[in-house]
């Protein structure tokens, strides 16, 4: 990832769960430093259109998080697209399946893409969520 890749995706990303969202817990943490930042940038490489971060977790397996789409890009399924090549990059690295936590907001969302929902909603950052898994 360069430097300009990176500056694009931490936009992104801070524009969507900072100052959209007002999440007040860090918005980079040691999870970057492990995870495979997935991303799609605009023609002139100036702005992400859509980012998510997928790792794997000791205690889950593996996972997505940090699904952004820039406001002014939503409704043009370019989320759902970075999801299915996301799923692709698992099914390729021999993962059967994949797990999130998802906003109750984009709950409609993750089980457009086949996700189920598994367990009772937790909180995480003031804002209500939902473990979601999908096999592949």
Known sequence: MSGRELFCVERLRSEVFVAEQKITLPELDDTDL??????????KNTDALATCRVFKDEKI??????VAVDKNTRGQHLGAKMMKEVHE???EKGVKRVACHAQMSAK?????????TVGD??????????????DL
């Open 121 to 134: 909603v937790f909180d995480e950052g003031g804002i209500e969520h939902v473990m979601m898994v999908r």
């Open 34 to 43: 492990v995870a495979t930042q997935v991303f799609l940038l605009n023609e």
């Open 108 to 116: 409609p969302f993750y089980k457009y893409l086949g996700y189920k």
């Open 89 to 91: 990059f698992l099914r």
């Open 61 to 66: 397996g593996w996972m997505f998080g940090r």
